[in-house]
């Protein structure tokens, strides 16, 4: 009923970029805002950016001024780019819809995840 499909994961050094993107599908649920988790080894699972299907966003301060969080409405794809990579930032990062069925929130869909390693 629900497809998260992320790519764009992989190993990079300090100080390099990446882009991952996130292509949401739906038979059933209206997808509303959509956005990146993380989850590094031995921590919880916390928030990266999110943003409204108005372009409306909301980023960690960890990340703020290095990553940058887009969509494309007509694709229900949602896309982080990420610019001067830190070793901390290595984590799995998740991909979250908003899923609404007649104007009603029914839960976030999480993505499978995809691996991002910066190495020092």
């Known amino acids: 009923q629900v497809q998260l499909v992320e790519s764009g994961g992989g190993l990079v050094a300090a100080g390099g970029s990446l882009r991952l993107s996130c292509a949401a599908s739906?038979?059933?649920?209206?997808?509303?805002?959509m956005g990146w988790y993380r989850q590094a080894p031995g921590k919880q699972r916390e928030l990266v950016a999110t943003?409204?299907?108005?372009?409306?966003?909301n980023y960690a301060d960890s990340v703020k001024g290095r990553f940058t969080i887009s969509r494309d409405n007509a694709k229900n794809t949602v896309y982080l780019q990420m610019n001067s990579l830190k070793p901390e930032d290595t984590a799995v990062y998740y991909c979250n819809a908003d899923l609404y069925l007649y104007s009603t929130f029914k839960g976030g869909y999480w993505g499978q995840g995809t691996q991002v390693t910066v190495s020092s």
């Open positions: 943003i409204t299907t108005g372009g409306s966003t």
């Open positions: 739906s038979s059933i649920f209206v997808i509303n805002a």
